[in-house]
Nanobody, 119 residues
Framework: QVQLVESGGGLVQPGGSLRLSCAAS????????MGWYRQAPGKQRELVAT??????NYADSVKGRFTISRDNAKNTVYLQMNSLKPEDTAVYYC??????????????WGQGTQVTVSS
């Protein structure tokens, strides 16, 4: 059974930095895509960044401030967040689309990690 475990959230002052990690465990053949989404109170979940073998994609609101990367050997995706703003405050969720069999894929979510940007 595949699981996604996130870490790295917390409280940070505006202008500060945090790095989120999401590790996938279980029987994984390969990674099709991994990404980060966030949901602020009273708002819908929105895409932050995704990464595939073809490249990366970012929401306009985080371009130039956030960087997504992954370590295939560890089945882990990272989100380096710099120049954080109060409007970045949200629960951040990891999503993964994984190949778990010859013809089988798995798509799921992590449990979420809170990021709070406040002075």
């Amino acid at each position: 059974q595949v699981q996604l475990v996130e870490s790295g959230g917390g409280l940070v002052q505006p202008g500060g930095s945090l790095r989120l990690s999401c590790a996938a465990s279980g029987r994984i053949f390969s990674i099709n895509a991994m990404g980060w989404y966030r949901q602020a109170p009273g708002k819908q979940r929105e895409l932050v960044a995704t990464i595939t073998s073809s490249g990366t994609n970012y929401a306009d609101s985080v371009k130039g401030r956030f960087t997504i990367s992954r370590d295939n050997a560890k089945n882990t995706v990272y989100l380096q967040m710099n120049s954080l703003k109060p409007e970045d405050t949200a629960v951040y969720y990891c999503n993964a689309d994984l190949k778990v069999g010859i013809t089988t894929t798995w798509n799921g979510w992590g449990q979420g990690t809170q990021v709070t940007v406040s002075s």
